[in-house]
C-alpha cells in the first residue's frame, strides 16, 4: 500500500469510517506485543472485551481498576480497549500522554443517555446539590460534576458526602436506586440506563434458578431493580470475579455482560458460569459498544497511534476534579487495583 493511500486510510479509520484490511496471515498478536515494546506501550482492557483482547493486555479491570492503572502507569502510549469514556478517563489523568480507541465509535449507551447541556439546565433547579456521575459518561459531564464514582466505589463515594446535602446522582437510575437502598440516601436520579444490563429477563432467570438450585445468581448493580432483587451476590465486574473466586459454590447465573465470563472460568476452571438469559433470543447481552473493538484495530491502533483521544484543556482541567476526588476517596476507602 502506497503511504498516501495508507495515510488516508488511517484519517477514515480514526472517524470509525473503515476498516483498513489486515493480512490475515499476520501473526497479530506478536506484532502487538512486538509494537507494545517498541513504543513503551500498554494495553488496557475492560472484562466485556473479546477474550483474545484480554490475553494480550497489560492490565484487565473494571472503571475503577482501569483508572487506577491509568494514573499510575509509566507508559508514553496508552491503547485502551474499552469504550469512549474510559478512554477519555485516561487522558485526562494523563494530559500529556497519547491515549488511543482502537475505535472511536465505542460509544455507551449509559454515556449518551445525558447529554451535558441537558444536564446543566437539570442541575440549575438543584443548585445547592452535591452532583456526583457515574464514570460511565462524557468529559463534558464531569466538568459539571462534584464527585465521579464507579460500582465499586459508588456506596463510599455517596457516604463521603455530609448528610445534610442533597444529591443529584447520574446517570444511570438503576445504579441510583440500589445506592439509595444501601446508603438510605435520598437521592434525584437522572433517567439514564444502560441497554445491556436492562435486557436481562426476570422470567428466564427464574427458570435458571429453579433448574439449578444450586447455583448463585450474582448481578451487576447497572441492573434493573427487580433482576438485584433475585441476587445472591451485587457488584461490579471485579467485585463478581472475586466473589465466584472466594465462594464455594460451583455454579453461578452472571447477570452481566458475558465477557467477564472468561476471567472466571480461567480463575475457576472446574466451576460452571451461566449467562444470564435477555428477553430476545439474539445475543442482546452482550454490549455492541464494547464489541466494535477487534484485534485487528487494536493492531492498526498501536501501529498508526490512531484514533487519538484529544480533549479540550478546559475540559480536561474542569473534568479531572471529579476523578481525582474519587481517586481519593478510592484511596482512603482502601480500594487497590
Ligand atoms: P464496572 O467496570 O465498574 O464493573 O462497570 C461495568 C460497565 O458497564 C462498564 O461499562
Ligand atoms: Fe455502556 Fe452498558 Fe456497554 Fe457498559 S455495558 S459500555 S454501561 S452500554
Known sequence: MNLVLETAKDNLQSMGFLDIHVDPSLDLIEEINKLKKEKNAIVLAHYYQESEIQDVADYIGDSLGLAQKAESTDADIIVFAGVHFMAETAKML???KKVVLPDLKAGCSLSDSCPAPIFSKFKEKYPDHVVVSYINC???????????????NAEAVVN????DKGIIFAPDKNLGAWLIKKTGRDMILWNGSCMVHEIFSNEKITKLMTRHPEAKFIAHPECEDHILAKADFIGSTSQLLKYTKENEANTFIVAT????????EKASPDK???????????ACNECPHMKRNTLEKLYLSLKYELPEIILEPRVIEQGKKCIDTMMEISREAGFKM
Do not use: H, R, V
Open 94 to 96: 494523563n494530559p500529556d
Open 138 to 152: 462524557t468529559a463534558e459531564l464531569k466538568t459539571l460534576t462534584d464527585i465521579c464514582c464507579t460500582s465499586s
Open 160 to 163: 463521603s458526602i455530609p448528610k
Open 257 to 264: 455482560e458475558p465477557g467477564i465470563i472468561y476471567q472466571m
Open 272 to 282: 460452571t458460569f451461566i449467562p444470564a438469559p435477555p428477553t430476545t433470543n439474539c
